[in-house]
């Protein structure tokens, strides 16, 4: 017998008559509960929001970290300069000179030397605490009376000759050196004395006569 369906929604298999109303519905029903789950679970005030989460990428905070130890290494640079430049500029405030210069001297006389000091521009007081040391070069030229103090005798030698006087200051740990060309000039015949100065004779008299340089 040849399958087939009524109007009535009947399909005859087999002598086996079923309804597809019974095949159907209940198919339909479930369906239609999962999709009212679905759009009770898609509701907007229940489901929960996506959330973005920053990551930091590593490569950032290796650079933070170079430029914190530039920074560092700049400042430490800067202050290491600052300091050398300081320290020049204090070497640099502190001068001296000798007054003569140059220095010109006879043979056996005496000649007085003085070394001004001055401390950014301004002279030294009198009560500051100054170191100084003279000397001559070659030592043939002359002596002082003194060594330590600012104002000096030189007593030239016999002979003459040029050379270098030299005075060592030292103030507040900072030393410079002052220096003046020397001349001792040669000895020389300044006056003769003769005594008697004058004496009256006569012929055939004898006098003896003393010359004094």
């Given at each position: 017998m040849p399958n087939r369906v009524s109007k009535n929604n009947r399909i005859n298999i087999a002598g086996f008559t079923l309804r597809s109303s019974?095949?159907?519905?209940?198919?339909?029903?479930?369906?239609?509960?999962?999709?009212?789950q679905m759009d009770t679970s898609a509701n907007p005030s229940e489901t929960a929001q996506p959330q973005t989460i920053s990551v930091?990428?590593?490569?950032?905070?290796?650079?933070?970290?170079?430029?914190?130890?530039?920074?560092?290494?700049?400042?430490?640079?800067i202050g290491s300069a600052a300091f050398v430049l300081m320290?020049?500029?204090?070497?640099?405030e502190l001068t001296a000179a000798i007054d003569p210069d140059p220095v010109e001297?006879?043979?056996?006389?005496?000649v007085e030397l003085t070394v001004d000091v001055e401390s950014g521009g301004e002279p030294l007081d009198a009560d500051a605490e100054v170191e100084y040391l003279w000397s001559v070069s070659p030592i043939s030229l002359g002596s002082f009376n003194l060594r330590a103090i600012q104002t000096v005798e030189l007593t030239a030698g016999d002979e003459g000759g040029t050379g270098t006087v030299t005075c060592v200051v030292t103030y507040n740990d900072v030393e410079v050196t002052a220096t003046a060309d020397i001349t001792v000039a040669d000895p020389y015949l300044a006056s003769v004395t003769?005594?008697?100065?004058s004496k009256t004779m006569a012929p055939d008299d004898s006098q003896v006569f003393t010359a004094t340089a």
């Open positions: 019974l095949l159907v519905e209940p198919l339909v029903g479930e369906l239609t509960n999962m999709s009212g930091q990428p590593k490569k950032d905070k290796k650079k933070l970290w170079l430029m914190i130890i530039a920074v560092i290494v700049a400042i430490l640079l320290s020049g500029e204090d070497e640099a001297v006879g043979a056996g006389e005496t003769i005594n008697p100065a």
